[in-house]
């Protein structure tokens, strides 16, 4: 029942704006943090940004100063607002949940041209 739902993914021109959401749905422990991550082919599995139920946010030091991660705790929503996208931001990015366990979401597709 549990589930991840993904949303805001698509393709996008470099220097151009997206904003991904992540809504965590009919969870019944207490999320301690989200975030997410991102993939690309031929490549591991990078943290992008993370934010805890605190508040403590984590960036990439390749995203700083371009992506803002947020939430909604009521909600149990985590954003990705992403600006000034570059080609190598191209990945499927994967939403990442944890309480006592870790559970991730089916993943969005990134593409930015050049």
């Known amino acids: 029942q549990a589930r991840l739902v993904e949303s805001g993914g698509g393709l996008v021109q470099a220097g151009g704006s997206l904003r991904l959401s992540c809504v965590a749905s009919?969870?019944?422990?207490?999320?301690?943090?989200m975030g997410w991550y991102r993939q690309a082919p031929g490549k591991q599995r990078e943290l992008v940004a993370s934010?805890?139920?605190?508040?403590?946010?984590t960036y990439a030091d390749s995203v700083k100063g371009r992506f803002t991660i947020s939430r909604d705790n009521a909600a149990n929503t985590v954003y990705l607002q992403m600006n000034s996208l570059k080609p190598d931001d191209s990945a499927v990015y994967y939403c990442?949940?944890?309480?006592?366990?870790?559970?991730w979401g089916q993943g969005t597709q990134v593409t930015v041209s050049s």
């Open positions: 990442h949940l944890w309480d006592r366990f870790h559970y």
């Open positions: 009919d969870w019944r422990s207490s999320i301690n943090g």
């Open positions: 934010i805890t139920s605190g508040g403590i946010t």
